[in-house]
């Protein structure tokens, strides 16, 4: 069983930055945030493995979000720059070990002047 816990979110106006950060219990090879805002489906923000920590970011945020990751802190980040009103959403960290998945209980973001 793996435990995440998320934290960082908040309001935040636009052009703005955030870092949301998501502990885990045990190590978790590939960890990744996703984000759903009102009236829409899950969608995928950026992944990133434990062996080679290589990532992968969506491309409707590349170039202002990036993700990261400390094992010695069991803490994957999420840093978001230039934010803008549409990515206003709960951001949800995910986690998969041994074939199981495993999601936190998310944290809000709102971006709004």
């Known amino acids: 069983q793996v435990q995440l816990v998320e934290s960082g979110g908040g309001l935040v106006q636009p052009g703005g930055s955030l870092r949301l950060s998501c502990v885990y219990s045990v190590f978790t090879p590939f960890m990744s945030w996703y984000r759903q805002a009102p009236g829409k489906e899950r969608e995928l923000v950026a992944s990133?493995?434990?062996?080679?920590?290589?990532?992968k970011i969506a491309d409707s945020v590349k170039g202002r979000f990036s993700i990261s990751r400390d094992n010695r802190k069991n803490t994957v980040y999420l840093q978001m720059n230039s934010l803008k009103p549409e990515d206003t959403a709960v951001y949800y960290c995910?986690?998969?070990?041994?074939?199981?998945?495993?999601w936190g209980q998310g944290t809000q973001v709102t971006v709004s002047s």
């Open positions: 990133i493995t434990g062996t080679d920590g290589s990532t």
């Open positions: 995910k986690g998969e070990r041994f074939l199981q998945t495993y």
